[in-house]
């Protein structure tokens, strides 16, 4: 996300409905994020308005789920079925959350180490977006099978959201990229 708002614009085909969400945004920030993200579906050759339910996002035909970085955007979209993804700067700011927001477990395989650390927040956020529930606890209800080496360039995370009523299986796929790590994936099944 490195262009001005008006090259993204130029980027775009916004529509009606694009351009009025867009304009009720005060912050210019936001402004280039959503931007980006209408240049990104041109890009990738997905001709349709992006619609929000309580700022999560869907389309008319498939589906989508978006994320933003301090400097990148990301988007994954299937025509078929529910697909989630995350995208975050590692930076040390993760480790004021971490024991709030990550098992025992999780954190002993983490070790400190703020890529792994970041790496089982992307899961959480990507469970989450596709669980579609507000009423989730990261810490014990999501839990992330991290493997000890998250070097090979693309990594398969299995992850497990536990609620008293069910129980749903995620297999999510991790890569770095740029001081980022990127998760996307899909409810089991």
């Known amino acids: 996300m490195e ?4 090259q993204l614009r130029a980027m775009c085909d916004l529509t ?3 351009n009025n969400y867009i304009e009720r945004c005060s912050a210019t920030k936001r402004r280039i994020e959503l931007l980006s993200v209408r240049a990104l579906l041109k890009t990738v050759g997905i001709h349709q308005t992006i619609h929000y339910n309580d700022r999560k996002p869907y389309l008319d035909n498939g589906y ?3 994320s933003h ?5 990301a988007i ?3 025509p078929d079925f529910p697909v989630g993804i995350d995208i975050e700067v590692v ?3 993760i480790q004021r959350i971490a024991t709030r927001a990550f098992s025992e ?7 400190d180490d703020l890529e792994k650390l970041t790496v089982l927040w992307n899961c959480k956020e990507c469970v989450f977006k596709l669980a579609n529930d507000e009423g989730i606890d990261f810490r014990d209800m999501i839990e992330v099978d991290l493997p000890q080496d998250l070097n090979c360039p693309l990594s398969i995370i299995h992850c ?3 609620k008293s009523s069910f129980t749903k299986y995620f297999s999510l796929s991790v890569m770095k990229i740029e001081g980022n790590t990127v998760v996307w994936g899909r409810l089991e099944g």
Not at 3 to 6: A, F, G, H, M, W
């Open 3 to 6: 262009e001005t708002e008006e």
């Open 76 to 78: 994954i979209y299937n």
């Open 16 to 18: 009606e409905e694009d």
């Open 160 to 162: 497990t959201l536990k």
């Open 69 to 73: 970085s301090a400097n990148m955007a």
């Open 105 to 111: 477990s999780e954190l002993a395989v983490a070790t």
């Open 91 to 93: 930076a040390p700011r």
């Open 64 to 66: 989508i789920s978006i």
